[in-house]
């Protein structure tokens, strides 16, 4: 899950994201970008050199979008991950070694409508479905949240934290049964 948000924009608290960056330019942050933040083709280019190492990862992303889908698609071919793109209409979905043999091996979510210009950049809720985030495992619950409750994919919400993520917050959940 990523944030994509213009530094020129009002965050969830009301105040310019990063008041003295090129409003412009399109950013990779949470909530108050000021806090720290990284341009959206930097981070991206990240992941297509991710994949370009490792041929046989297959990748989901799912962004919080508060920019365009045209602005986001703009930053996929300028670090040149659209190629690695995989596209849904409908029906089953394929499996990983089909996604891998065709060279399609991100799929990519947004949380907002989709824009036919760019059908890889798919919406979340037409796909998925998911539970409430809970911060401490003792709070974790399969009990649907959003999205309906029929689609073929689930997304298991946890956000363990000590003020920002950490490995060692991960490690407390991310094994087998937790």
């Not at 060692?168 to 991310?174: I, R, T, Y």
């Amino acid at each position: 899950m990523l944030d994509a948000w213009n530094p020129g924009d009002l965050n969830l608290f009301n105040q310019i994201q990063v008041p003295d960056e090129d409003p412009s330019q399109t950013l990779l942050c949470h909530a108050a970008c000021v806090l720290g933040n990284q341009p959206l083709e930097e981070g991206l280019g990240e992941i297509t050199l991710f994949l370009e190492e490792n041929p046989r990862e297959v990748l989901t992303i799912i962004f919080e979008s508060h920019i365009s889908s045209a602005e986001l698609a703009a930053a996929f071919d300028a670090a040149g991950l659209t190629q690695y793109t995989y596209q849904h209409a409908s029906g089953a979905w394929p499996t990983m070694g089909t996604m891998i043999d065709a060279g399609t091996r991100l799929v990519a979510f947004q949380d907002i409508a989709t824009d036919p210009a760019y059908p890889w950049l798919m919406n979340v809720w037409e796909f998925a479905f998911e539970t409430d985030y809970a911060s401490v495992p003792a709070d974790f619950s399969c009990e649907h949240n959003r999205g309906n409750s029929t689609n073929d994919l689930f997304i298991f919400n946890n956000f363990l934290t000590n003020v920002f993520g950490s490995p060692e917050s991960a490690e407390q959940v991310n094994y087998n049964p937790s």
